[in-house]
Structure formats: structure tokens, C-alpha cells
């Protein structure tokens, strides 16, 4: 029993020392061909750095922005009333539908069109 314990604590050890060195060897291989392939290895860090780090990255940021947004509080005087109820009860929206909307009339204002403007 002894033996085993000493030869899977053996193997543990030399799988690790196989891994570091064909990550080594891989790493030296891919400097090899970035040093050789210069623009190439460019276009590829680029790709690399925008599509699988900064996409993801803006998307968990996204998601995360939204978080502030959601209706999770009640006002003392709608006491009474659940979350949803309150969250549209109130007359000032909060949020980044209400910036752009607030952004869309003080830019373009020729653009918004009232239910005023209709019957015209």
C-alpha cells in the first residue's frame, strides 16, 4: 500500500514537470513565429484582443450597468403598492432609456414629433 502512495505521488510529480515543459516548448514556438511573422501575429493579437476579450468584457459590463436600473425599491408614501406598481407610478424614469431620450430632444429637437404635431 505504501508503494502505491509513493508511485502516485511519482506520477503526480512527472505529469507536472511534462505540462510546464510542452507549455514551455509551445510558448517558445509561438514566439518563434511571431518574431518570423510579424504583421501576421499582429492581425491576429488584434483579433484576439478585440473579439475575445473586449466583446465579453462589454457585454458583463452591460449586464451589470442594467442591475442599477431595475425597480427593487419602494417609496414610503406607495407603501402599499408592490415594486412593479411603484416603478410605474412614478412620473420620472430613471435609466438610459430616459438619457437617450432626454439627449434625443435637447440635440435634435426638430425631430420629436408631439401628438400635438399630428392633427397638423
Known amino acids: 500500500m505504501v508503494f502505491m502512495y509513493i508511485l502516485s505521488w511519482v506520477a503526480l510529480i512527472l505529469q507536472v514537470v511534462f505540462v510546464t515543459i510542452s507549455i514551455v516548448a509551445g ?3 509561438i514566439a518563434e513565429l511571431v518574431e ?3 504583421t501576421a501575429a499582429r492581425k491576429v493579437l ?3 484582443t478585440i473579439c475575445l476579450w473586449m466583446v465579453p468584457f462589454a457585454l458583463f459590463v452591460s449586464l451589470s450597468a442594467n442591475d442599477n436600473v431595475l425597480p427593487t425599491t419602494i417609496n414610503d408614501r406607495h407603501v402599499d403598492q408592490d415594486v412593479v406598481s411603484n416603478y410605474f407610478s412614478r412620473s420620472k424614469k430613471q435609466g438610459l432609456l ?6 434625443k430632444e435637447s440635440v435634435m429637437p426638430e425631430r420629436t414629433l408631439h401628438v400635438a404635431d399630428k392633427n397638423v
Open 27 to 29: 510558448l517558445y514556438y
Open 46 to 48: 488584434a483579433y484576439f
Open 98 to 103: 430616459s438619457l437617450f431620450n432626454y439627449l
Open 36 to 38: 518570423e511573422y510579424t
